[in-house]
């Protein structure tokens, strides 16, 4: 049966690719908007995503549609300029990449460090010139992209040049990803930028989990601490002018967590447990972001992978045994809180989960029975009556 759920979720993943991936967002309830009511219920969850009061959405409004066009208009004139700039830019990455793979067992140690490590620090004196003048913003992201890559990659051929025969890998992360972590730290904290800001945030959580792996911490009760300290960070950055940030962390902040919670419940209990609570956990998650009117698409995210944890772990709990009916009973009343939580990730995953249970009951009982064309007439009008249940409750959220 949960072979079977799996099926169902590929295909219609796979689907979202050959027909277009808004026939999934809309089935999750990201981006389906089809009346005024939602579309409200949008514009309020953006507003408090981003901060937006009501005066700031009139000031807006309030602007007149030629000011728009004339400031596209002038924007327009400099497309040329950053095209060339931009074209120019991948020939020369794309030069410096050729050079590197054509010749790279043919240099020396110190020319292999000059053309890593030393064009990254090149490309940092950029950066830092394109943020001293403040002229080009839009540069500022690939251009730290491009530094940290070729610093960081010149750092590790730094370290193998110097010890070749080296292979404690954790030591050379743990210096590397300091040095990154503090230079880029420093960078923030003189500038204030988005990128940088990110950056820091990677090079001193991957120093972090590297350096706690060293202590011998396990695995998982790194993944719990570290999970739990970006929603700390995250729920700072909602605060401040960083805070396109926050949802991405939030993202990972939970992916983090519920790992290491998922390997911590599995060594002590079961794998069927470890699905169930974790799971949900996750919608747990995911049903406090929905309290709070934030992040629609994190909510979406969390009930359908929540809610499919969920059901797979209590239907393996639940198979073969006296109770094996519960499983509908509760993908029954899950239907309820579709429609009080107007989630539609959630009734997808609980309308998959309930007929699916209802094909599997069917065939272990009925399938060597002179009932099963009863059986067979029976599960027709179970979809039809699950359906028409579905249909009347996605026009009520």
């Known amino acids: 049966m949960m072979s079977l759920l799996v099926v169902i979720v590929i295909v219609i993943l796979i689907g979202g690719g050959f027909w277009g991936w808004p026939l999934l967002a809309g089935a999750l309830g990201i981006s389906n908007i089809t009346n005024k009511a939602d ?14 009061t009501p005066a700031e959405v009139e000031i807006a409004l309030s602007i007149p549609a030629s000011e728009h066009s004339a400031t596209h208009s002038r924007s327009k004139g400099d497309i040329a300029k950053i095209l060339f700039a931009l074209l120019g830019s991948i020939f020369i990455f794309a030069g410096i990449s050729t050079y590197i793979g054509m010749f790279w067992d043919s240099m020396g140690s110190v020319m292999r460090v000059l053309i890593t490590l030393g064009v990254g620090y090149v490309l940092l004196i950029i950066l830092i010139s394109a943020l001293q003048e403040e002229k080009f913003p839009k540069f ?3 251009l730290t992209c491009a530094a940290v890559f070729m610093m960081t990659s010149g750092w590790f051929v730094l370290i193998h040049e110097l010890y070749p025969q080296g292979d404690n890998w954790r030591t050379a992360v743990l210096a590397v990803f300091a040095v990154m972590g503090l230079q880029q730290g420093v960078l923030f904290g003189k500038y204030r930028r988005t990128a940088l800001l990110f950056t820091s ?10 350096g706690l792996d060293l202590l011998g911490v396990p695995v998982a009760y790194i993944s719990i601490v570290l999970g739990s300290s970006i929603f700390l960070v995250a729920t700072a950055l909602e605060k401040s002018p960083h805070r396109v940030l926050a949802e991405p962390a939030l993202l990972i902040g939970a992916c983090w967590l519920n790992s290491g919670l998922f390997d911590r419940i599995d060594l002590f209990t079961s794998t069927n447990w470890a699905s169930l609570i974790t799971g949900t956990c996750i919608m747990l998650t995911a049903y406090g972001m929905h309290k709070t009117d934030r992040y629609p698409r994190l909510i979406a995210l969390g009930y359908f992978i929540g809610s499919i944890m969920a059901y797979v772990g209590l239907f393996d709990l639940l ?12 993908t029954a009343s899950t239907l309820y809180a579709c429609v009080v939580l107007q989630s539609r990730a959630l009734l997808l995953t609980t309308v998959i989960a309930m007929l699916s249970f209802i094909v599997y009951f069917s065939e272990k009982h009925f399938a060597n029975s002179l009932g099963w064309p009863v059986t067979l007439v029976l599960i027709g009008i179970a979809f039809l009556g699950v359906g028409a249940i579905a249909i009347k409750l996605k026009k009520r959220m």
Do not use: K
Not at 201 to 210: I, N
Not at 319 to 330: F, P
């Open 39 to 52: 579309a409200l219920r949008h514009i309020r969850q953006l507003m408090n995503t981003y901060d937006i």
């Open 140 to 142: 500022i992201l690939p």
């Open 201 to 210: 945030l990677f090079f001193a959580y991957g120093f972090l989990e590297v």
């Open 319 to 330: 198979q073969n045994s006296a109770i094996e009916l519960l499983y509908l009973a509760v």
